[in-house]
């Protein structure tokens, strides 16, 4: 099975660009384009947060219509950009969202890999969270089917990324987090967002992946001290592709027009003196 994995939307109304520079509406349509192109097709488009720019239900509605044409099931969870109320409202008849509670977790049981989405949002920070009540969800639910390969969608990545200004964020409940996906051998990959960039890493017994933005991107730049900046680098994705006695394999993809493709040609050796 194939999922298709976007983040960092920040979506804002068309012509209004983010930071003076980015086109977040045209970035999704894209990535849109690109994703409902796919062959094979994704079996589901997982969305991990930060799905809006300004967490109104304009906002919201814009985020539907510009996500309709993928044919494959969306599921969102919310960033810190992002209202818990207003993303509730906006997809209530999805039918995976819950309809009340303090967080929005929910678990998706029809697909050959389960997902279990984690609530990260911290009200009135930028910083993610996983408190008492979250780390018991998550539990309970991994441990009522411990031979089901799982994937764990969350917005903040709960790992230093060794880029300074992303790591001065702290991920509150990041240990206990690990303790309890580090005693569950099922889970396939925790897949995040938040940090703009492609990265990638070893956690508490498995693959944790940050996704790139649809919107634009963090610089890579390792010197302590850096100020925080964006740049245009191209749209991308993850595609993550799980087969039985395989297990999951993750490809970074381009969410943007390119060149190609082009045939392989091969050329007679040249000839020699």
Request: aromatic share 6%; with cysteine.
């Amino acid at each position: 099975m194939i999922f298709a994995h976007i983040s960092d939307i920040h979506l804002r109304p068309e012509g209004d660009l983010a930071h003076d520079v980015a086109d977040t509406a045209a970035g999704l349509a894209s990535a849109v384009e690109r994703l409902a192109a796919l062959d094979p097709p994704a079996d589901a488009v997982l969305v991990t947060g930060d799905l809006v720019d300004t967490p109104d239900a304009e906002s919201y509605a814009q985020l539907r219509r510009l996500l309709e044409p993928l044919p494959a099931p969306v599921y969102l969870i919310p960033g810190n950009r992002d209202d818990r109320t207003n993303l509730r409202a906006a997809f209530a008849d999805a039918g995976y969202l819950p309809g009340n509670g303090a967080f929005l977790h929910y678990a998706i049981e029809d697909l050959p890999v389960r997902l279990l989405a984690l609530d990260t949002l911290r009200e009135g920070a930028k910083s993610g969270e996983m408190c008492a009540e979250r780390l018991s969800w998550l539990d309970d639910r991994l441990t009522e089917a411990p031979d089901r390969p799982t994937v764990i969608l969350m917005h903040h990545p709960p790992f230093k990324t060794g880029v300074p200004f992303m790591d001065g964020q702290e991920f509150e409940g990041a240990d206990a987090f690990a303790r309890i996906v580090g005693g569950h051998g099922n889970v396939e990959r925790v897949l995040c967002g938040h940090l703009h960039r492609p990265i990638q890493r070893r956690f508490a017994g498995t693959l944790a992946c940050v996704a790139p933005s649809t919107a634009f991107q963090m610089p890579l730049d390792l010197r302590r001290g850096a100020d925080l900046h964006l740049v245009l680098e191209p749209a991308a994705g993850f595609l993550h592709v799980w087969s039985p006695g395989v297990g999951m394999v993750t490809h970074t993809m381009p969410l943007v027009e390119h060149p190609g493709p082009y045939p392989f040609r091969r050329r007679p050796a040249p000839a020699r003196p």
